[in-house]
């Protein structure tokens, strides 16, 4: 079945710190990933996305991902977290012509100022 | 202009109750979905049309219905409201049926049910 699994339930990190977030996802075939961020009582905005070329993603406010097909993985990094990086993390995937997408059970980051 | 708009933000409502959401999308985009998340932050599909058409349908209740008059358009009707059904549901969208699109989400309704 498709799954997409996320390892780390809550990351604490005081600023500065790098970040690594990990994603693994169960798909046949050509997938497409994802990761959005869900800052405090708001809704899911997209920090990057892979389709297809370079596997290494660069998003938005300094984030990236790393997309290793042999590993079925799509970590998500950023070498220097904030404050305001503190927000809810969901990776996602989604088969190749097919619009149905999954959800990890998301990771839930807190930066200490 | 908000791209994903939903009304009403939250929703305090009696078991029992029937009520529904509304989410309008400006982005011309011809796939619509309904998400659930609970309070763990687990984030569900649970339908999606394409031009009005049903194309994902998740085993949720019957309870459920969503209705999309036009493609702008995806409303959710939750019929007898029980106390599992608190939860913050996001309307999304997408340009297409295809996959690799990304979706743009809602603010979230957040239904409290008593």
């Known amino acids: 079945a498709q799954s997409v699994s996320q390892h780390n339930h809550h990351v604490i990190l005081s600023e500065a710190a790098s970040l690594e977030l990990g994603c693994n996802y169960s798909?046949?075939?050509?997938?497409?990933l994802f990761w959005y961020v869900q800052y405090p009582g708001q809704h899911l905005q997209l920090l990057l996305k892979y389709f297809s070329g370079d596997p290494l993603v660069k998003g938005i406010k300094g984030f990236e991902a790393e997309f290793i097909k042999s590993k079925f993985s799509f970590n998500l990094r950023k070498p220097s977290v904030q404050w305001s990086d503190t927000a809810e993390y969901f990776c996602a995937a989604s088969a190749y012509n097919n619009n149905d997408m999954r959800f990890g059970a998301g990771t839930r980051l807190t930066v200490k100022p | 202009d908000t791209a994903v708009s939903q009304t009403p933000k939250y929703l305090v409502t009696q078991m029992g109750n029937d009520k529904s959401i509304k989410c309008e999308q400006n982005l011309g985009h011809d796939t619509m979905y309904w998400y659930k998340q609970d309070s763990k932050k687990f984030l569900k599909i649970m339908f999606s049309y394409n031009n009005k058409e049903l194309i994902i349908n998740e085993t949720v209740p019957n309870r459920f219905s969503p209705k999309s008059p036009d493609k702008a358009h995806l409303n959710l009707h939750i019929n007898s409201l029980e106390l599992g059904d608190s939860a913050v549901y996001f309307c999304?969208?997408?340009?297409?049926?295809?996959?690799?699109?990304?979706?743009?989400f809602g603010p979230g309704t957040r239904l409290t049910v008593l």
């Open positions: 999304a969208s997408s340009p297409s049926g295809l996959a690799g699109n990304e979706q743009f």
């Open positions: 798909y046949g075939g050509t997938v497409n």
